[in-house]
């Protein structure tokens, strides 16, 4: 059973970048064909999905937020990573990760993903 964790600081500065790294156990991140995707909830908003990276290192990002974020890999330590430059307070939400077989769905319903981390709070502010 693949079981995923998410870790980081839980307040970030405005301005600063935020950083999350998720941990993979049961299954190998370069597992052909498998998907390691990012996904937030500001409060009281839907899901909304941010990008990916796939088993081969391929990355897509969310075109809204392509320009302030980055996904990598540890393939060493089985993990991928997420940072996300210059927040603000609009930035603060649960961060998810979540990972699928196959590909073809790049959104936030979770019914699509067939495993999830139990999520984070990250909070931006001074």
Request: glycine share 10%; proline share 6%; aromatic share 14%.
């Amino acid at each position: 059973q693949v079981q995923l964790q998410e870790s980081g600081p839980g307040l970030v500065k405005p301005s600063q970048t935020l950083s999350l790294t998720c941990t993979v156990s049961g299954g190998s991140i370069t597992t052909k064909y498998y998907y390691w995707h990012w996904i937030r909830q500001p409060p009281g908003k839907g899901l909304e999905w941010m990008g990916v990276i796939a088993y081969d290192g391929t990355t897509y990002y969310s075109p809204s937020l392509e320009v302030r974020t980055s996904i990598s890999r540890d393939t060493s330590k089985n993990q991928f990573s997420l940072q996300l430059i210059s927040v603000t307070p609009e930035d603060t939400a649960v961060y998810y990760c979540a990972a699928d077989s196959g590909g073809t769905y790049y959104g936030p319903d979770m019914r699509e993903y067939e495993y999830w981390g139990q999520g984070t709070q990250v909070t931006v502010s001074s």
